[in-house]
Each structure stands twice: as structure tokens, then as C-alpha cells.
Nanobody, 117 residues
Framework: QVQLVESGGGLVQAGGSLRLSCAAS????????MGWYRQAPGKQRELVAT???????NYADSVKGRFTISRDNAKNTVFLQMISLKPEDTAVYYC???????????WGQGTQVTVSS
């Protein structure tokens, strides 16, 4: 089993930046798919960014050019660097991991990001 713990959320003004971290209790395998999702009040959870194999990244159109996903395998941690934040980015951000070998999905408990205008 894997446990994911997010951190780094907070309150920032529009145009500001934050870096979210997701620490895994166990090792992150290179073939694991990991990502960040977010859910705003009254809206469905949506994909923000993913990283697969440690090299292949994908981003939602709304965050391209502003968010960067990366991971440090040695530290069992995934990051989401967010710049030029907008009020529309306000949401709870969740770390996600899919382990193909186990066919299991894991979710963190979420960290709140609030962007004021």
C-alpha cells in the first residue's frame, strides 16, 4: 500500500506562485503514473497534470505554461510548481498515483489552494 501526503497549499494573490509537494510512503516506481488533480466547490474533479515513467508529462490546457509537474524518485516526492496563479485555480489539489503492477489507485487527502483577486 501507498500513502500520499500533500503539502504546500495556501492563500496567494493573483499572479503569485506556490509549489505543492506530494510525499509517498513507499518508493515511486518509474512506471507509476502520477498526477495532480483539483476540485473546486461545486465542480467535478479535473486533471491538472500527470507524469508517467518519470519523463512523460501532460497538462490541462488551462494550466499549460504556468504549472510544471516533476518528481524526485530518491525522495519519493512529486511536485507541482505553479506560477501566475489565477483565481480560477482556487481548488483543493489532490495527488494521485496509479500503480499498474497492482492495478491500484492512490489518492492524497488534498491541500487547499486559494488565489485571491
Amino acid at each position: 500500500q501507498v500513502q500520499l501526503v500533500e503539502s504546500g497549499g495556501g492563500l496567494v494573490q493573483a499572479g503569485g506562485s506556490l509549489r505543492l509537494s506530494c510525499a509517498a510512503s513507499g518508493s515511486i516506481f518509474r512506471f507509476d503514473a502520477m498526477g495532480w488533480y483539483r476540485q473546486a466547490p461545486g465542480k467535478q474533479r479535473e486533471l491538472v497534470a500527470t507524469i508517467t515513467g518519470g519523463v512523460i508529462t501532460n497538462y490541462a490546457d488551462s494550466v499549460k505554461g504556468r504549472f510544471t509537474i516533476s518528481r524526485d524518485n530518491a525522495k519519493n516526492t512529486v511536485f507541482l510548481q505553479m506560477i501566475s496563479l489565477k483565481p480560477e485555480d482556487t481548488a483543493v489539489y489532490y495527488c494521485y498515483l496509479h500503480r499498474p503492477l497492482e492495478n491500484q489507485d492512490y489518492w492524497g487527502q488534498g491541500t487547499q489552494v486559494t488565489v485571491s483577486s
